[in-house]
């Protein structure tokens, strides 16, 4: 590794650490030329999971799309934002174990999960996201949508 002073490349390592759920390393590390000190880190280098457009098109998963839009839809409601970043927790696990081996996830898939989140915290918000997500176009559908959510809260 480079010295970030000197540019010499030996040096040795004083020091290695895990942060606590062990996906990095931190490694102090001694120019051995200059005697600089400086810290390193080493992460897994992961396959990206790629969302399956609706139009077929694929792109890399991103969760702060999701963040944005779970956000949009619990403004002005009582949710904290440990309870928002709890279930972006849980959304981003679920998501990379449907993809698994292959992936590869459809965006259908991750907007069925999230509604699924979003109903346990607050049916408003869940509401609020399915009219984006399902792309609701009339008043109707928004009735049928509390209709279905008052039945099975009965």
């Given amino acids: ?3 970030p002073h000197c540019s010499h490349c030996d040096d040795k390592v004083l020091e290695s650490r895990q942060n606590r759920s062990g996906s990095t ?3 102090r590390r001694e120019c051995l030329h200059c005697g600089y000190r400086f810290t390193s880190y080493e992460r897994i280098e992961e396959k990206p999971i790629m969302v399956i457009k609706r139009d077929n098109r694929r792109e890399p998963f991103n969760i702060k799309k999701i963040e944005r839009g779970i956000r949009i ?3 002005k409601r009582n949710i ?3 309870a928002i970043e709890h279930m972006l927790n849980l959304i981003e ?3 990379v174990l449907i993809a698994s081996n292959k992936r590869e996830v459809l965006s259908k898939t991750i907007g ?3 509604l ?3 109903y346990k915290v607050d049916t408003v918000a869940y509401v609020r996201f399915a009219s984006v997500y399902r792309a609701f176009n009339s008043v109707d559908q928004f009735i049928e949508e509390i209709e279905s959510i008052t039945h099975t809260m009965k």
């Fill in 1 to 3: 590794m480079l010295c």
């Fill in 25 to 27: 390393i931190r490694r």
């Fill in 73 to 75: 839809t619990t403004e």
């Fill in 80 to 82: 904290s934002s440990e």
């Fill in 93 to 95: 696990d679920e998501i």
């Fill in 112 to 114: 069925e999960i999230a």
């Fill in 116 to 118: 699924k989140h979003l």
